[in-house]
């Protein structure tokens, strides 16, 4: 999968989140602890990139569906800027929206016989 991709964006979008509240003392020590711990971590953020994630595509590798790739966009709310609303989409009849349907409908049902493990819920046989 496109890991590294994927992990330099996060560390860019850190820094702006970041940057809008420079004296949270929670945030600067998990990006201490983060720098401490990863050389890559640490690397990415020397580079002072800054990034706004408004739209993309994510790609994903389940353990009992495999590799699925979603699109998301972003949504800024008017009314609370401090809130982001990511919305996720996939494309019809593609294998990811199959994969993401099965998914889906295993919240009430639970996976069928055979797919995977399964986790015992409470209640149920």
């Known amino acids: 999968m496109d890991w590294e991709d994927q ?8 820094r702006l989140e970041a940057g809008r509240d420079p004296h949270d003392r929670s945030t600067t020590e998990m990006i201490a602890e983060l720098r401490e ?9 020397e580079q002072h990139r800054v990034h706004q ?6 790609r994903l590798r389940h353990p009992i569906v495999g590799d699925l790739t979603v699109e998301y966009e972003t949504l800024t709310l008017p009314g609370d800027p401090d809130t982001t609303l990511f919305v996720y989409t ?7 929206r199959r994969a ?3 998914l889906a409908g295993w919240t009430l049902a639970g996976p069928p016989a055979g ?7 409470p209640g149920r046989p």
């Open 7 to 14: 992990a330099r964006t996060a560390v860019q979008s850190l």
């Open 37 to 45: 711990r990863s050389a890559d971590f640490d690397r990415w953020w």
């Open 53 to 58: 994630r408004t739209h993309g595509s994510k």
């Open 90 to 96: 996939r494309e019809a009849g593609s294998p990811s």
């Open 100 to 102: 993401l349907d099965l």
């Open 115 to 121: 797919t995977g493990p399964q986790e015992q819920r």
